[in-house]
């Protein structure tokens, strides 16, 4: 097994959902195009990575919404290098599709009462429906390392909610420890490193909002 030796996340730059909930109203949300702020964040990410990546080959799953395509895009990979595929299950959470702007910060508001893992959108999804879906993708993600010709670096154009949930997959965290973390930065970057023990680890953790509220104890 070809295992690489970094898997990148990176949340999309600002898009224009990000400085105007009303945009929701008119536009669908995975057709909502980044800013020209979240252009720039982006290409000081795609900076970042080059960098990182040198001269490697990179494996890139890019969530199907116009604001991560974008941000792929602004990265500016050597298109030598990369092999590119859209990923459904890595998009954003469901809200509904055309969304009432009043009626969604109600349901925020309800969601941040209930909890966000378990608060599912009225027409739309739970924090633990997207959890699933992610979790199907890393089994997929997993079968892809069978390739003994695997790149060694894979990146992850996705959105915040997903990138919590890949690490809360990947590194079997609670739903109390999930519930404690708030999401990255526009254009943000998470990394998980292999080490000589053959486990990753994640090079920073996501800032956390309160401290963890279990209901009971686990590991």
């Known amino acids: 097994?070809?295992?690489?030796?970094?898997?990148?996340?990176?949340?999309?730059?600002?898009?224009?959902?990000?400085?105007?909930?009303?945009?929701?109203?008119?536009?669908?949300?995975?057709?909502?195009?980044?800013?020209?702020?979240?252009?720039?964040?982006?290409?000081?990410?795609?900076?970042?990575?080059?960098?990182?990546?040198?001269?490697?080959?990179?494996?890139?799953?890019?969530?199907?919404?116009?604001?991560?395509?974008?941000?792929?895009?602004?990265?500016?990979?050597?298109?030598?290098?990369?092999?590119?595929?859209?990923?459904?299950?890595?998009?954003?959470?469901?809200?509904?599709?055309?969304?009432?702007?009043?009626?969604?910060?109600?349901?925020?508001?309800?969601?941040d009462a209930y909890g966000h893992f378990f608060y599912r959108f009225a027409q739309g999804e739970s924090g633990a429906d997207v959890y699933d879906r992610v979790g199907g993708f890393l089994e997929s993600l997993f079968r892809s390392f069978e390739d003994p010709d695997h790149p060694p670096n894979v990146l992850i154009v996705t959105h915040g909610l997903a990138m919590r949930l890949f690490c809360m997959r990947w590194f079997h965290w609670t739903v109390a420890e999930f519930e404690s973390l708030s999401n990255p930065g526009n254009g943000e970057v998470r990394m998980l490193v292999l080490g000589d023990d053959g486990k990753y680890t994640l090079d920073r953790p996501f800032d956390r909002w309160r401290d963890p509220e279990p209901y009971g104890i686990t590991g």
């Not at 195009?33 to 252009?39: D, I, N, P, Q, V």
């Not at 030598?80 to 469901?94: A, H, S, T, Y």
């Open 1 to 111: 097994m070809a295992r690489p030796r970094r898997i990148v996340l990176v949340r999309h730059g600002e898009s224009t959902g990000n400085v105007d909930d009303s945009v929701y109203e008119r536009e669908p949300d995975h057709a909502l195009a980044l800013t020209e702020r979240g252009r720039r964040q982006a290409e000081a990410t795609g900076e970042q990575l080059r960098e990182l990546f040198g001269g490697e080959r990179v494996s890139v799953y890019v969530s199907p919404y116009r604001r991560t395509h974008e941000t792929l895009r602004a990265f500016h990979l050597d298109a030598g290098l990369i092999r590119v595929r859209e990923e459904p299950r890595l998009r954003e959470q469901d809200w509904g599709n055309w969304q009432d702007r009043d009626e969604v910060r109600l349901q925020k508001a309800y969601r």
